[in-house]
């Protein structure tokens, strides 16, 4: 790994403290080096607030030292006001003379801008440093601006006999297929993501919370496909927990491409992540329409003989692990 990729990997490392909070505004990461040495460090505050860049620079002690400092960061710094200033004209403001990114940023807004912006200064601009891993990084925002809909993932866990749910039932809760430690994971997850989406039947069947319950983390927002409003509105998915958006026949027509009229719903919406965990009704159509980017399936020892089929779907393993009783398989939609 050249030097380059060793401070853009840290870049990476750091990025990773504002999963689930920076929304919709991407996760970047930051470190400033003077004479081989790391000497400020940030990244990306909550929505609303500093840029990893910003924060980068603040942290360092002596601002005298940035005349001859470089600046890595994962995506090309902004150029355009919003809730903050631009991070290029910070950057040019504290004279800082080379700049090295991972990636450029996609977004209309920035587009290359902020890279002119610095090199019109006569600063010495590098792009494409460990460019895969920033754009893989950065998947939620680019899937949100480059193809107008959330980032998606597929959840689901079954049984070792391809099962997602017993035919039968006495009770109106879940039935638990994965031991504890799975099921803690699964609410980490929904802290990491914006939103959560569910059937009607799940719903019914199950009356989830759709929380954060087993992680400290911010509960998403929860999509409930109901088209008909039949929901009873004293069920968990209405309470006052988190915030809860409804998809009926007022809001998309049921008769059509229903994956990708809920995809523009959310996208209206700056939903930029959504995880969806059934049914396998409503899993099977967003596979069928191929709008999907991660499938996270949990296998467990438990056995229904009778019951709902997993979804059925194509895609790219990426990682399989063991999680004490259980098997976990992570595909890409390739």
């Known amino acids: 790994m050249t030097t380059h990729e060793t401070y853009i990997q840290r870049c990476l490392q750091i990025a990773k403290n504002g999963l689930g909070s920076t929304r919709p505004n991407p996760m970047v990461g930051s470190v400033i ?29 002596n601002k005298e030292l940035l005349k001859e400092a470089t600046i890595y960061v994962t995506l090309e710094p902004c150029s355009h006001y919003g809730k903050t200033p631009p991070c290029s004209d910070l950057i040019i403001e504290h004279n800082i003379p080379n700049i090295i990114i991972g990636c450029k940023d996609d977004n209309e807004k920035v587009a290359g801008k ?6 019109d200064a006569g600063r010495h601009v590098t792009v494409g440093v460990l460019e895969n891993e920033c754009k893989n990084h950065h998947k939620r925002f680019f899937t949100f601006h480059n193809k107008k ?17 017993p035919k039968y039932k006495n009770e109106q809760k879940p039935v638990w297929i994965t031991n504890t430690i799975s099921r803690q994971l699964v609410h980490k997850w929904r802290a990491e993501e914006q939103a959560i989406l569910v059937g009607t039947n799940t719903v019914l069947k199950d009356n989830p919370s759709l929380t954060t319950r087993d992680w400290v983390g911010s509960n ?11 929901l009873s509105k004293k069920l968990s998915v209405f309470n006052n927990d988190a915030e809860t958006i409804l998809i009926s026949n ?15 719903h959310l996208f209206e919406n700056n939903i930029n992540s959504v995880i969806i965990e059934g049914g396998a ?3 099977q159509t967003f596979i069928d329409e191929n709008l999907w980017d991660e499938a996270r399936i949990f296998t467990g020892q438990a056995t229904f003989k009778k019951g709902v089929t997993a979804p059925n779907f194509n895609g790219k393993l990426i990682s399989e692990e063991t999680i004490t009783t259980d098997t976990l398989k992570i595909y890409e939609n390739d």
Do not use: M
Not at 149 to 165: F, H, Q
Not at 250 to 264: A, M, R
């Open 33 to 61: 080096v003077y004479n081989n040495k790391i000497i400020g460090e940030g990244f990306t505050s909550q929505y609303g607030g500093n840029h990893a860049e910003v924060n980068a620079i603040h942290s360092v002690l």
């Open 114 to 119: 902020g890279i002119k912006k610095l090199r």
């Open 149 to 165: 809909r959330p980032y998606i993932i597929l959840k689901w866990a079954e049984t070792s006999d391809g099962l997602i749910a």
């Open 281 to 283: 009704r409503t899993l």
């Open 220 to 230: 998403p927002i929860r999509i409930v496909i109901d088209k008909n409003e039949k």
């Open 250 to 264: 007022k809001t998309i027509d049921f008769s059509k491409n229903i994956g990708e009229q809920i995809c523009n």
